[in-house]
């Protein structure tokens, strides 16, 4: 793939490019990590609708959780973590 560059870029700025292309390739095939937060600390619900969290010391244990907009519901059996 041949990346555009301006003819009065600088030359350095074409391995720049390839570096930022070849990290959003790598990036594309790992998988996603959720940001991980504890009951007492996670961030208000009503602000993350649509959110996607991993809980680590819910009631159960270590759950992902997601924001209707009001809680913060675990992904398991859509309860309110607790």
């Given at each position: 793939m041949k990346l555009f560059?301006?003819?009065?870029a600088p030359?350095?700025?074409e391995g720049v490019l390839r570096s930022i292309e070849r990290?959003?390739?790598d990036a594309r095939d790992a998988p996603v990590?959720?940001?991980e937060y504890a009951v007492a600390?996670?961030?208000d619900a009503a602000d993350w609708r649509g959110g996607q969290i991993n809980v680590s010391?819910?009631?159960g244990g270590y759950v992902p959780a997601f924001s209707?907009?009001?809680d913060w519901l675990r992904v398991t059996d859509r309860?309110?973590?607790s």
């Amino acid at each position: 793939m041949k990346l555009f560059r301006p003819a009065d870029a600088p030359q350095w700025l074409e391995g720049v490019l390839r570096s930022i292309e070849r990290a959003f390739r790598d990036a594309r095939d790992a998988p996603v990590r959720l940001p991980e937060y504890a009951v007492a600390e996670l961030p208000d619900a009503a602000d993350w609708r649509g959110g996607q969290i991993n809980v680590s010391d819910e009631a159960g244990g270590y759950v992902p959780a997601f924001s209707d907009g009001t809680d913060w519901l675990r992904v398991t059996d859509r309860a309110v973590v607790s």
